[in-house]
């Protein structure tokens, strides 16, 4: 299995600024995902992050919105730009150990005024 | 890419009846279909997975299911109990651009009532 420490666990936010999402695995993975699960809704697939390289962002999602940074094998950070209510949501990061489970993130829960 | 539909969306049963919850999917070259347990405030959790070369595993009071020519698996609960209540999310694993991706059913949220 795998420790996952993501932070903050929660942060209230003004419309237009910018939070920065961090999560730190205790082992080194090759993938780790960033999830975003609205209330009461399931988990919505953001983007997939590689040490090394871009990010692969879903449909409906882009960079200039959701950045990520993957500088290493146990690190990654979601930054939610310019942020509206509608980003109001639960933010989860996961990795795979290379045997298909998830394992995720504690969650940010975000609330955009 | 993959679908994946899940039912019921909201399963109200007695402690000690049984719960299932069925999904289907849409990609055969799916292979690997795991299913997981959210608490109330807390990050969803596995709590068994099930791959395309089985029918079906248990572990205890949970078993699933797998009907690869149907493209649909099942969770079941036998002896539900209060601390069952949670939402479940199923999901189905298929390659996506080389990679290993989960799709994720909408989730059924479960109450066990005592």
């Known amino acids: 299995s795998a420790v996952i420490s993501q932070k903050p666990s929660r942060d209230i936010c003004q419309r237009g600024t910018s939070l920065t999402i961090q999560c730190q695995v205790d082992s080194q993975v090759t993938m780790m995902f960033w999830y975003r699960q609205q209330p009461g809704q399931s988990l919505t697939l953001i983007a997939t992050a590689n040490q090394g390289s871009e990010a692969t962002y879903e449909s409906g999602f882009v960079i200039d919105k959701f950045p990520i940074s993957r500088p290493n094998l146990t690190f990654s950070t979601l930054t939610v730009s310019n942020m509206s209510p509608e980003d109001s949501s639960i933010y989860l990061c996961s990795v795979d150990l290379s045997n298909d489970i998830q394992y995720f993130g504690a969650g940010t829960r975000l609330s955009v005024l | 890419g993959e679908n994946v539909e899940q039912h019921p969306s909201t399963l109200s049963v007695q402690e000690g009846d049984s719960a299932v919850i069925k999904c289907t999917y849409s990609?055969?070259?799916?292979?690997?279909f795991p299913w997981y347990k959210q608490e109330l405030g807390k990050r969803p959790q596995l709590i068994i997975d099930?791959?395309?070369?089985?029918g079906e595993k248990k572990d205890q009071r949970i078993a699933v299911t797998l009907n690869k020519t149907a493209k649909h698996f099942s969770l079941h609960i036998t002896e539900t109990q209060p601390e069952d209540s949670a939402v479940y999310f199923c999901?189905?694993?298929?390659?996506?651009?080389?990679?290993?991706?989960?799709?994720f059913g909408r989730g059924t949220s479960l109450i066990v009532h005592p």
């Open positions: 999901a189905a694993l298929g390659a996506t651009g080389g990679s290993y991706i989960p799709t």
């Open positions: 099930i791959r395309s070369n089985v």
């Open positions: 990609d055969s070259a799916s292979n690997y």
